[in-house]
């Protein structure tokens, strides 16, 4: 059965993970941001945090995260768009990079996965829409 929508999108969609946006430029970036202790069993998220407050988070053991997905027009004639996404994480204290580094090396390879997926399940649902 396919998958449906949900209604109220990204922003009812993120209500209750923990992530918060934290720019938004219309038809070209989103940035997201969650903290957390990614690394344990229950990901250990701030799940009330602000922007404001993300920007300023920096708890001792904790990391944060800032995801992006950025459009881009094409250099063509062919009126191409570009999506991409990145992400940066700040981790803070050593025990906390260290946990994050092991964490890291064994969902990075699956993350990477999941991200083209995502991409692409983005990529075939623009292309449907236009035809």
Known sequence: MPRQERPGGLLQSLHGTGFVVLE???D???VIGVAGRFWRPDG???MDLTAAEF????RTGFA???????LRAGLTETEITILSTETRIQCFGPRARWKF???WGLVGPF???I???MLKVVRIKAESKIE
């Open 55 to 58: 920007n300023n988070f920096s």
């Open 111 to 113: 993350s990477g996965l």
């Open 28 to 30: 070209d970036e989103i």
């Open 44 to 46: 250990e998220r701030c």
């Open 101 to 103: 580094r092991i964490y």
């Open 115 to 117: 991200r083209r997926e």
């Open 64 to 70: 944060k995260a800032a995801w992006n997905f950025v």
């Open 24 to 26: 938004e430029v219309l």
